[in-house]
């Protein structure tokens, strides 16, 4: 089958499968997730550690669940959340390095 013009479909001989033999590590995770937030939930304060030497925090925000900004920060301190409401939050914290990561946390 030819791939182009068919409005969307795809066919099952479309899919090409791939064994591999490498296996993922916990060590390949961390490589690629450079940004520990810590503890999730909370109900004091937000930590946030690098794992990277040569990457810094550069900013932090802090929305609500309606995307609302309720907190910014330039640098990796800890973040006290006593006077935020109950509920989910996103965090999203820009690296030196030009990275952005979210990550959606619980204050409770």
Known sequence: ???SNRNGIFYISD????NSSENLSA???????P????????NSFINLM?????NKVAMV??????????????????????????GVY???VHLSNGS???KKIVIN
């Open 61 to 86: 925000e802090l929305f609500n669940s309606l995307g609302q900004k309720v907190y910014q920060q330039k640098s990796a301190r800890p973040i006290d959340t006593k006077n935020f409401k109950n």
């Open 15 to 18: 899919v090409n499968f791939f």
């Open 1 to 3: 089958h030819s791939s």
């Open 50 to 54: 690098v794992n990277e030497s040569n």
């Open 100 to 102: 952005i990561m979210t």
């Open 35 to 42: 940004l520990i937030i810590y503890p999730n939930p909370t």
């Open 27 to 33: 060590k390949d995770v961390i490589l690629e997730n």
């Open 90 to 92: 996103y965090i999203t």
